[in-house]
């Protein structure tokens, strides 16, 4: 947790199986409803996106949808002025009490947002008022100090050894790492237990039929709405390409504040592939990728960098694209590794994938701009971030994105080879991104 956030000053820019099947968890009547909403506060590079799985997870078991609630803040601002975070916490936490009529909200922080909280907590005339209104706090594998409040600690397994906190409920996840942790089924189970005081009945269930997705559209890792920019969302076929001529939804966005940007709810069909594409003016088309959706999802984070696409993009004639999953891939662990495939090339190797790095955005372009594919060694400016990686990796692109590329990932948690075909749009003009699930299969 250290060394990420001295990264960040510089960066400046369940178990294996439940019993029981997939049923329907009941509805939840929200007037009725009995425990606290949840608020959750991401890390270094993280975004509300980090908490998607866990709020499904919630509401799967009961939890309404409007009980759960993320802060997005600017975490390259937050280790020198955390006034502007503090704020957000505040409103955030004022308008879930409002909404829900409860008098306390649950806090979950991950990584630095571990920092954050216990600041908050602690720090200033107003925190014995802050710790009043935190039922429970659970610290996701970052600091050790107690903040006063009913806490649970989780650490993960495959960080550093014999981490505890005094005074809190420890609990370490096994031959986890650090944003898995933040992300896993297994870490669920505690979440949910030490706030409710029973086990979950459920892991995420699926939904058929139609559903609904919100979240917002944010410049990275600002987490500043994107003022002026369209989002248009394209149901697909299984090779990427667009069903329809028009997409079924367009949305403008019109907040650029830091944790705005917000949009939806739209209704969307569960099982169907959708690209969603980020329109924004004199800047390449972003087009980005989910695997099908499988309940109702209000924690989407369509994330831009104009500064990562500039670097990572322009590159005539090839494709550039970043892959997303928020539990690290592993290329250096003999019988635990993921395999990242392009066109059937693995790009999860040892050098560009050691567990030490914990890469959860995985940047695939023509480093060397001579339509050569080369894995010997990471990108110096990409690979000196924490959690991204760059590899000097080419893909075709055809003016018209009239071909295809095939991008697989083969995950160490088992299951089938997930694959997610999309047109070669050239880096000149449009970028891609692919959101890949931190979670292998539903097992609940």
Known sequence: MMRSLSRAIRFAAVLAAFAGLLLVAPGANAQSFNQNPILFVHGIEGSGAQFESQAMRFTSNGYPHAWIDEVDYNS???????????????DAIAALKQRTGRSQVDVVAHSLGTSVMYDYLTNGPMAAQRRANVGHYINVDGQNQNPGVPTLAVWAGRGTPGRHMDGAENVTIPNQTHVQTCTSSQSFIQYYEFLTG???????????????????????????????ATVQIWPLHADGTRITATPV????????????????????QSGQRYEF???RPGLPTLHIYY???????????????????????????SMSAVNIRYKEFWGDQPGQNDRLLVDGLNVCNAT?????????????FDRNRDGQTDLSSPDPVLGSLPFIQ???????????????????LDSRGGGPIRTLKVPNWDSMTDGVTLQWNDFEKLTF
């Open 198 to 228: 029973q086990r979950p009945a459920h892991d995420i269930v699926r939904q058929n039929g139609a559903i609904q997705v919100a979240g917002k559209a944010l410049n990275f890792p600002q987490n500043s709405g994107l003022a002026g």
């Open 291 to 317: 695997e099908p959706f499988v309940r109702s999802d209000y924690t989407l984070r369509l994330l831009a960098s104009p500064a990562v696409e500039t670097y990572a993009g322009f590159r005539p004639g």
């Open 390 to 408: 760059g590899g000097d990796v080419f893909v075709a692109s055809s003016p018209d994105a009239s071909g295809t590329a095939t991008w697989q």
């Open 352 to 364: 560009l994938c050691p567990i030490s790095k914990q890469v959860n955005a995985f940047f695939a």
């Open 249 to 268: 939804h367009t949305i403008a966005i019109t907040d650029g504040s830091t944790g705005g940007g917000a949009w939806g709810p739209v209704t969307i």
């Open 277 to 279: 594409t980020v329109l």
């Open 76 to 90: 390259t601002r937050a280790v020198a002025d955390k006034s502007e975070v503090d704020q957000q916490i505040d």
